[in-house]
């Protein structure tokens, strides 16, 4: 499960900060030697000088001493105002001037000659190679010019051929030996930086856990491939790429085994869409991407008709078509696929990426597995979505919702035993809209979390308000998302709130839709369980649309049944399936122990089969509307007399 390009697994931030620090380590390490070194040099400048004073000679004496004395200054000013290039200028000319006055005036007994090799080595070791050869070459002419034109540039001290011979070459060899060992450490300084340079470089341009090409040079490539095939007056096609469930993969394995997946996903991708035949051939390897997360995108160039694409499309569509194997675990993750096409008009990048994306969404929509061509109806759609969105956030934000209450009768004496809180948003952009709209909306952009807890917090307080105002003694029943099965920390915000408006659990009443445990995981039956032990009552709403398995209910704590208002609509329609579904239901859930509910009622001739067949409780227009909360006590109390 290698990545496609092996990258190292560090951020680009990380390597940015490592590269500085070298830059910085490398430049400390010259400055701390610089500083070293003159140091010892002045101190042993003042010795020698002191020495060649005492001995009257006083013309190398006070070089010395002046270089001493330059060189000490120079180091004060670097620390002061931290100008490498000038400190070293001045400390090349100090070593320049040493050299050749120790080789005119001899030292004292011409040993100051020897003098001059470390001198020369230091010369070479603070600065970098090429100056450093500078600087020895035109030491080494400067010598041989003394030595040999002794007319041009009389010497103190007095040589013989040999000795300056000797001396030329001695300091020849040793000034490439020196320059050899700056120059490989100079290299390997270099081959470090261009490796960090590599780096950055692939971590700018490539996803570092996928190995393919990231977003941003995804982007810039399919921009100026867009720009190629208008000029070109040919087909180029966008896939957008999403894996289904792959959150659920997070919440139940962990990332690491999400990271995992997205690699070997990656991997197939990139495998699955090479050149395999005519349709294949035509896509470049620079087109296919990770975005983000669970996002990748496929660009198709050159195609000559929809098939061709479409042929693409099943194809990754097959990556998952029995599911994802990964290390032995069984990963029920699908995908998605949105496809956009620039052909007519020239748009964007950017657009292309947003109407392939819209796409994608639709697809989901759809029910996954799937894909979906971009349309301009799926894009008003698109954009409907979106408006509702911003005004659900305006809603919460000025506290635009309500709520509505529909009673649930006894069906053996119609006494009201519930009553079930409605959503209802009274926001003037949202007018209109109604929960079975925007409550899918509030699902996929998250919204619902916060809906949810808004509404169990106004209904516990509208309910303790309605005890104390009418004795009422029944339940309230709560609907919530199947969303918040995959929150840990929904049941402690339950119970938070419970202890807030103190209200009895056992009077509490929340209803779960059927179909959100035909997807059901670990996750989801422990939330069941820890909500079942702060003491409500679980409903399992919609009942009848999910086609849950009765052996199935066993492992999760549920204890009612809502049978769905389809079933109970066509009671007494032509087909009498209808009948046998609603008695098969009522007699499977005694046998489970479970409490049966009939929604949707509309008609008297509904109400009375029901209750002929022994269905515990019933809801529905035909008993009661859902009311605004006045009305409800009204209707409580009314209800209470009888």
Not at 25 to 52: C, E, P, W
Not at 513 to 537: P, R
Request: glycine share 6%; hydrophobic share 40%; proline share 2%.
């Amino acid at each position: 499960m290698s990545p496609i390009l092996e990258l190292p697994k560090k951020s680009t931030s990380t390597f940015i900060t490592e590269f500085n620090r070298l830059a910085e380590t490398a430049q400390d390490y010259r400055q701390k030697m610089i500083h070293h070194l003159t140091l010892v040099g002045v101190f042993f400048l003042l010795i020698f000088s002191y020495k060649n004073l005492s001995n009257g000679l006083w013309g190398l004496g006070l070089v010395l001493l002046a270089c001493s004395v330059t060189g000490t200054l120079n180091l004060l000013y670097y620390r002061l105002r931290k100008r490498d290039t000038y400190t070293l200028f001045v400390l090349n000319c100090i070593l320049i001037i040493l050299c050749l006055t120790l080789l005119i005036t001899g030292g004292i007994e011409s040993t100051g000659i020897l003098w001059i090799y470390p001198i020369m080595a230091i010369c070479l070791l603070v600065n970098r190679f090429a100056v450093g050869l500078v600087l020895a070459s035109m030491l080494l002419l400067l010598s041989a010019l003394i030595l040999y034109l002794p007319n041009l540039h009389p010497l103190i001290a007095s040589y013989t051929n040999v000795e300056s011979s000797r001396f030329l070459f001695t300091l020849t060899a040793m000034s490439c030996i020196s320059s050899l060992g700056v120059y490989h450490k100079e290299k390997a300084l270099d081959c470090i930086v261009s490796l960090h340079e590599q780096d950055m470089q692939r971590l700018a341009f490539f996803d570092s856990l996928t190995g393919l090409a990231n977003r941003s040079s995804f982007n810039h490539w399919l921009q100026k491939m867009i720009d190629r095939f208008d000029h070109e007056k040919k087909i180029l096609a966008l896939l957008y790429v999403d894996l289904d469930n792959f959150k659920q993969v997070n919440d139940v394995h962990g990332h690491h085994v999400g990271d995992e997946l997205l690699v070997e996903f990656g991997n197939r991708l990139f495998n699955c869409v090479r050149p395999t035949d005519r349709t294949s051939m035509i896509i470049n390897d620079e087109g296919i991407a990770r975005l983000a997360g669970d996002e990748f995108a496929v660009t198709i160039a050159g195609a000559s008709c929809a098939e061709e694409i479409v042929v693409v499309a099943e194809r990754i569509l097959g990556i998952c078509k029995d599911g994802f194997t990964l290390d032995g675990l069984d990963l029920q993750v699908t995908v998605s696929i949105g496809i956009a096409i620039s052909q007519d008009e020239p748009v964007s990048a950017e657009v292309l990426l947003k109407q392939a994306d819209t796409a994608m969404y639709q697809s989901k929509r759809n029910g996954k597995n799937s894909y979906q061509f971009y349309t301009e109806d799926i894009a008003r759609s698109i954009s409907e979505r979106q408006a509702i969105e911003v005004g659900l956030q305006q809603a919460l934000a000025e506290d635009r919702f309500t709520l509505m209450y529909q009673p649930i009768y006894a069906s053996s004496n119609l006494a009201i035993t519930s009553v079930e809180v409605l959503l209802r948003c009274q926001a003037e952009a949202l007018r209109g809209i109604g929960p079975d709209t925007f409550i899918p909306i509030a699902e996929s952009s998250g919204l619902i979390k916060k809906l949810d807890l808004w509404v169990i917090e106004h209904a516990l307080g509208s309910f303790g308000k309605l005890q104390q105002e009418t004795g009422y003694t029944g339940k309230i029943s709560i609907n919530i998302s199947t969303v918040e099965l995959h929150n840990p920390t929904f049941p402690d915000q339950v119970g938070q709130l419970l202890s807030k408006y103190n209200v009895d659990p056992s009077r509490v009443v929340l209803e779960v839709t059927e179909t959100s445990l035909m997807e059901s995981d670990q996750q989801s039956s422990a939330t069941l369980h820890s909500l079942k032990a702060l003491g409500v009552t679980l409903s399992l709403d919609d009942f009848g649309t999910g086609y849950t398995a009765f052996n199935q209910l066993i492992h999760y704590p549920v204890d009612c049944l809502k049978i769905d208002k389809s079933f109970v609509q066509g009671l007494f329609s032509e087909s009498d399936h209808l009948h046998k579904m609603v008695d098969i239901i009522r007699k499977l859930a005694k046998i489970y122990n479970l409490n049966v509910i009939a929604e949707g009622v509309e008609t008297e001739e509904q109400m009375n089969y029901l209750q002929q067949i022994g269905c515990d409780s019933l809801q529905g227009y035909y008993l009661s509307k859902p009311l605004v909360y006045d009305n409800l006590l009204s209707v409580i109390k009314e209800n209470t007399t009888e």
